[in-house]
């Protein structure tokens, strides 16, 4: 019998390395981690259904829409009509990081928001892409090398100048005068953004707590599996910061799979050995405290 969990993990792999990448298929499949049961169809038939509307509201034929006047069409049928946006309490809602929840709620964080804005875009004939500001995610519309306007998901689709990104920017740390700082974002780099908000949200206070899934009997809180089927998933990005192997190690530890754990961790020490030393020193470490933990 298939493991689905396996069979899930097999299809995002295939996803993220697909050229184009289908942005909403790998967010549905990281949405069914949270939700096994998640139906994918009325997800993607609510995406077509917006993308029929923007078309319709569109007196010419999209690929001839002016910048200007597409992001007016995707501000009307998203943000008045549809009512996507989001507010200060979605960034601690986990149901603002997954797809099928912000199709449902109409609430999301920036990044899914302007995932909703660039699949219907791209439904519709639209040249819709995200923009990952520092600290902030916004959607360009056009030709990111001529004509081009910003608009705001996150706030209904307000326009921004490319000063009100470059002073988003400066405000969140980074640099308004960084070249690269209104260019498409990656897809494998929205996609790593996304589960590394759902990590930021699992690592928030433990309240829940879920039946232990692995060797251990006593109860794991529900936000360590969370966490760890997003570091799982980021591992299976072309792209990825090796120290998620670190973090898988110590989960695996904390649900209970103590010799997995330490076979991540010294596989982690194997990997940084060369280049730090006194780190894999410390990470091996941590894998003997794992593995005296069978005794």
Request: charged share 25%; net charge negative; hydrophobic share 45%.
């Amino acid at each position: 019998m298939t493991d689905p969990t396996a069979a899930r993990r097999a299809r995002f792999a295939a996803v993220v390395r697909g050229e184009p990448v289908d942005l909403a298929e790998a967010c549905l499949l990281i949405g069914a981690e949270a939700d096994p049961s998640l139906d994918f169809g009325p997800c993607r038939a609510e995406l077509d259904r917006l993308a029929a509307a923007v078309a319709a509201e569109l007196a010419e034929p999209p690929h001839d829409a002016e910048p200007s006047r597409a992001a007016a069409v995707l501000a009307l049928v998203l943000g008045a009509r549809a009512g996507f946006r989001g507010g200060q309490a979605d960034y601690g809602d986990l149901r603002s990081s997954l797809l099928d929840q912000v199709l449902r709620r109409r609430r999301g964080l920036p990044i899914l928001l302007s995932a909703v804005w660039t699949e219907v875009g791209r439904r519709a004939g639209l040249p819709v892409y995200g923009v990952a500001l520092p600290g902030h995610f916004v959607v360009g519309i056009g030709d990111p090398d001529a004509a081009f306007v910003l608009a705001d998901p996150f706030d209904g689709g307000r326009l921004m100048t490319e000063t009100d990104a470059r002073a988003v920017a400066l405000a969140a740390g980074g640099s308004p005068d960084d070249p690269h700082l209104l260019r498409p974002a990656p897809p494998h780099a929205i996609l790593l953004r996304i589960l590394n908000n759902v990590r930021g949200w699992a690592q928030g206070p433990h309240a829940a707590m879920a039946p232990a899934r692995g060797p251990v009997t006593v109860p794991v809180p529900e936000r360590t599996w969370t966490q760890l089927w997003a570091v799982e998933l980021s591992l299976l990005l072309p792209r990825h910061p090796a120290v998620l192997r670190r973090e898988r190690g110590a989960l695996l530890v904390q649900t209970g799979d103590f010799p997995g754990g330490a076979a991540e961790l010294e596989a982690f020490a194997d990997l940084v050995g060369p280049i730090d030393r006194e780190l894999a020193d410390a990470v091996r470490r941590e894998a003997r405290a794992a593995r005296a933990r069978l005794n």
